[in-house]
């Protein structure tokens, strides 16, 4: 794993780490090339992933590849390419980095309609999402992995059918051609999580819906899909619940968090350990209503548990952009156009985005 920079420029409204990874930093592609052969000479490990919020953001990418693509392809090393944005998808990046070995893609339209990838500020259009699909289809790639998610502030049932007909459209866009795929041809995996309010973000005071609702559309969803072509993959509603309980959560949840040690509840991060119907009698134990926090609207002027942490971007700004967001307006990128979201403050009053420059 290579972090080629750190932070992000797009501003996703869900994303905690597009915020608090603010502002955004370059390595250079000759620090990174070096990190690399000494990595690849101490672990000897057969691939490098280029790891970062948005990879294709990176803007010396196509130099960072092509200073490592030589000895990569003499050590046999592959170039994975992880968290590829859509809009800035290369067919001349793709075939560069299939030199070594072809493998999956994945992307992240996140929403199955426009006017919801509007409201959580994805900044993508259907027309490019499947220009890139199918400049990966015309590149030799047969099989894609898209991720979205349910429960999204202000989604209908229209945008959760959405998700299947941009689905279908990426597999009938495959076999608008003649493809070289071989004979199983396309495979659309469609990976669903559950929407989680997160802190320091514009949706952190949007209410989860609840586990029942979100079962609901998921088997909605699971309806819409007609094709074995698409395979469909959805995360478990109740855990998605826990996760939100705990990422609003305040002082209070202290108390929970030790008695379900004291009860051995570890390691339920695997499905053969977690045990909802466990923290739900955690939660009755100490008094604690999880609705409280995973299900509830939060006011505007409301003092949040986390307010006192200083991460640079301002509640103003995150009011701002949650107040966009339901009129299903975006906000551009930060290297178009700065949004005044005060992480400048963490770097002397000047963001690195103005023009990609690197910063320390």
């Known amino acids: 794993m290579l972090e080629v920079f750190r932070g992000c420029i797009r501003g996703c409204r869900f994303c905690q780490a597009g915020m608090i990874y603010r502002p955004y930093r370059e390595k250079s592609p000759e620090v990174l090339d070096e990190n690399a052969r000494i990595a690849i000479d101490h ?3 057969s691939e490098i992933s280029l790891t970062s ?4 953001d990176y803007t010396r990418l196509r130099e960072l590849i092509d200073k490592m693509l030589p000895w990569t392809n003499a050590k046999n090393v592959n170039l994975s390419l992880p968290s590829m944005r ?38 993508i259009t259907e027309e490019e999402i499947i220009t890139a699909c199918e400049k990966a289809f015309d590149g030799g790639r047969s099989s894609l992995k898209l991720y979205f998610m ?24 495959y076999y608008s051609k003649k493809r070289n795929g071989g004979g199983r041809g396309v495979n659309v995996t469609v ?50 619940r826990i996760e939100a309980v705990f990422a609003r959560g305040d002082r ?18 695997w499905d053969e ?17 999880p609705a409280f926090y995973a299900n509830r609207e939060f006011a505007l002027d409301e003092i949040l548990p986390w307010d006192f942490i200083d991460i640079g971007v301002t509640k103003k700004f995150m009011k701002l952009e949650y107040e966009r967001s339901r009129r299903a307006e975006t ?5 178009t156009k700065c949004s005044g979201c005060g992480a400048s403050t963490l770097c002397n009053g000047k963001c690195v985005c103005d023009g990609g420059k690197e910063n320390g």
């Open 150 to 173: 349910n429960g999204l502030p202000t989604e209908t049932d229209e945008d959760i059918k959405g998700i299947a007909a941009l689905s279908q459209n990426i597999v009938d866009t």
């Open 331 to 335: 906000t551009p990128d930060c290297r």
């Open 86 to 123: 859509i809009d800035n998808f290369y067919e001349e990046l793709l075939e560069k980095v299939s030199s070594v070995r072809k493998s999956g893609l994945t992307f992240a339209p996140e929403a199955g309609t426009q006017r919801l990838r509007d409201v959580i500020n994805k900044n």
């Open 43 to 45: 672990t000897g490990y």
């Open 273 to 289: 350990y977690f045990s909802y119907d466990g923290w739900l009698d955690v939660f009755d134990s100490c008094g604690i209503d």
């Open 191 to 240: 990976s669903v999580s559950c929407f989680v309010p997160k802190p320091f973000t514009p949706f952190q005071w949007e209410a989860q819906d609840s586990i029942e609702e979100l079962e609901r559309k998921q088997q909605l969803l699971k309806g819409e899909i007609k094709t074995k072509k698409i395979s469909y993959k959805y995360h478990d509603a109740r855990v998605s």
């Open 53 to 56: 919020l948005s990879i294709s």
């Open 252 to 269: 209070r949840l202290g108390r929970a968090l030790l008695e379900a040690y004291n009860r051995n509840m570890m390691l339920d991060g």
